[in-house]
């Protein structure tokens, strides 16, 4: 199980200030729920990608002496079992969803010598529809809870009219963000390109799951 952290950082930031990066220790267990079992378990490698190159990364590994699980710390820029960095898989799911492109429209875009492929890019669009209602409706619940005045609450929708759960869920990221800029200085200078992020982050806290 991952433990997702924002270093606030992109994954170039990342490998440059790695000897710097603090990894707080987490006080309980987040399977168990034990308080001061988590030790350090070193560190692992992965290879995130964008279209142009693979990236050598460290994640910082814990380990619980209760009940004997490890636990990975994931950066936010990094999803679960995908190998290319989430602003990559953002870019496509915005231009698929948002812009309303067709697959070798959002092919030409985002993938111009061919990598990501298109088969690939179809898994990440299906993968994050199919997860968008669950997460959606947890953006939902939180702005109905903290924000009562947010437009995704509106009865009647945006004003472009309904919306499937996959653009739903990139409009009320959006306002789950502009709420999360009132509270939270660390966030303050996130712009739209890093909703997906940010929502990523947020969620994961909550135990949501996959998000594509």
Same mark, same amino acid.
């Given at each position: 199980m991952p433990i997702i952290l924002d270093f606030g950082c992109t994954v170039q930031d990342y490998l440059a200030h790695f000897e710097h990066l603090v990894f707080p220790r987490p006080e309980c267990c987040p399977l168990c729920g034990a308080p001061h079992t988590v030790i350090g378990h070193g560190f692992y490698p992965r290879k995130p990608k964008d279209q142009n190159h693979v990236y050598q990364i460290w994640l910082k590994r814990w380990f619980c002496k209760a009940c004997r699980h490890t636990l990975s710390v994931l950066p936010s820029f990094l999803l679960r079992f995908r190998h290319y960095l989430l602003a990559?898989?953002?870019?496509?799911?915005?231009?698929?969803?948002?812009?309303?492109?067709?697959?070798?429209?959002?092919?030409?875009?985002?993938?111009? @010598?061919? !990598?990501?492929? !298109?088969? &690939?890019?179809?898994?990440?669009?299906?993968?994050?529809?199919?997860?968008?209602?669950?997460?959606?409706?947890?953006?939902?619940?939180?702005?109905?809870?903290?924000?009562?005045?947010?437009? &995704?609450? @509106?009865?009647?929708?945006?004003?472009? /009219?309904?919306?499937?759960?996959?653009?739903?869920?990139?409009?009320?990221? &959006?306002? !789950?963000?502009?709420?999360?800029? &009132?509270?939270?200085?660390?966030?303050?200078?996130?712009?739209?390109? @890093?909703?997906?992020?940010?929502?990523?982050?947020?969620?994961?806290?909550?135990?949501? /799951?996959?998000?594509?």
């Open positions: 990559v898989i953002e870019q496509v799911v915005v231009a698929r969803f948002e812009g309303q492109a067709s697959w070798h429209e959002t092919a030409r875009r985002n993938a111009p @010598d061919g !990598l990501p492929s !298109l088969r &690939t890019i179809v898994r990440w669009c299906h993968a994050f529809a199919e997860q968008a209602a669950r997460w959606s409706a947890a953006v939902q619940q939180t702005l109905a809870r903290q924000d009562s005045a947010s437009p &995704t609450l @509106d009865p009647f929708g945006p004003a472009v /009219g309904p919306l499937d759960a996959a653009c739903a869920l990139l409009y009320v990221a &959006t306002h !789950l963000l502009a709420w999360a800029q &009132t509270r939270w200085p660390e966030v303050a200078g996130y712009g739209l390109k @890093d909703r997906l992020r940010f929502l990523w982050h947020w969620g994961s806290g909550r135990a949501l /799951g996959r998000l594509v």
